[in-house]
């Protein structure tokens, strides 16, 4: 099975810092790789994508850097906000396969005042 | 509320029980996944429906489990015979495509089933 994975598994940042999340994936079908953000007893809810035709992709605090030779991704949350504290999956599909998600295993990210 | 909507939030049943969820899509949207989320892990797709067609079953997706989306509209999921590994909240998600493009995939707030 094509796996996603992802690191930390946990990352707790003072506010006002950066957040790192990091992702590398096996299958070189992917072609489309969303982030989304979910909240305890919430459905996922995206945050940014990026397509493997660009390099980074930046909406508002929220970046995605994309290697697409090393098969790597990453979230990086500027100036991070204690309600920016929820967890985060990376995820990515071949959206010629009507895109069907493999996700991350999350990383829990907590901001701290 | 024009979101993904799934019925009941919380389902607690004893084991060996069947249980059936509701999944109402944002309705413009032709298809529809079911994925499984177990605690401190991922979702993981199961099955998805383009309209009222189910293209793909995931192998985990065992035979006590099964779909439909009969009029390509609202889908529902029941599951036979509840084992206590079936616990997982259970995530509906839609999206709009075709065999060339898709728009972003919008999640319900999940099912979270507990088996006793």
């Known amino acids: 099975q094509q796996q996603v994975k992802q690191s930390p598994q946990s990352l707790i940042v003072q506010k006002g810092g950066i957040s790192i999340i990091n992702c590398a994936y096996e299958n070189t079908a992917f072609d489309y790789f969303p982030w989304y953000q979910q909240f305890p007893g919430k459905g996922p809810a995206l945050l940014i994508a990026?397509?493997?035709?660009?390099s980074e992709k930046k909406e508002g605090r929220f970046t995605i850097s994309f290697n697409k030779s090393a098969k790597q991704f990453s979230l990086h949350i500027m100036d991070s906000q204690p309600g920016d504290s929820a967890t985060y999956f990376c995820?990515?599909?071949?959206?010629?396969?009507?895109?069907?998600?493999?996700f991350g295993t999350g990383t829990r990210l907590q901001v701290t005042l | 509320d024009t979101g993904v909507s799934q019925n009941p939030r919380h389902k607690i049943t004893k084991r060996g029980q069947n249980v059936t969820f509701r999944c109402d899509p944002i309705?413009?949207?032709?298809?529809l996944y079911w994925y499984r989320q177990t605690l401190g892990q991922g979702p993981e797709f199961l099955t998805y429906?383009?309209?009222?067609?189910?293209?793909?079953k995931s192998r985990l997706l065992s035979d006590r489990f099964s779909a439909e989306r009969p009029k390509g509209s609202f889908s529902t999921l029941e599951i036979q015979r509840t084992e206590q590994g079936d616990s997982a909240m259970y995530l509906c998600?839609?999206?709009?495509?075709?065999?060339?493009?898709?728009?972003?995939?919008?999640f319900g707030q999940g099912t979270r089933l507990t088996v006793v």
């Open positions: 429906f383009q309209n009222e067609a189910q293209l793909e």
């Open positions: 995820a990515a599909t071949d959206t010629g396969t009507a895109s069907k998600l493999t």
């Open positions: 990026i397509r493997p035709d660009v």
């Open positions: 998600a839609s999206s709009l495509g075709n065999l060339i493009w898709d728009t972003e995939a919008f």
């Open positions: 309705s413009e949207h032709n298809r």
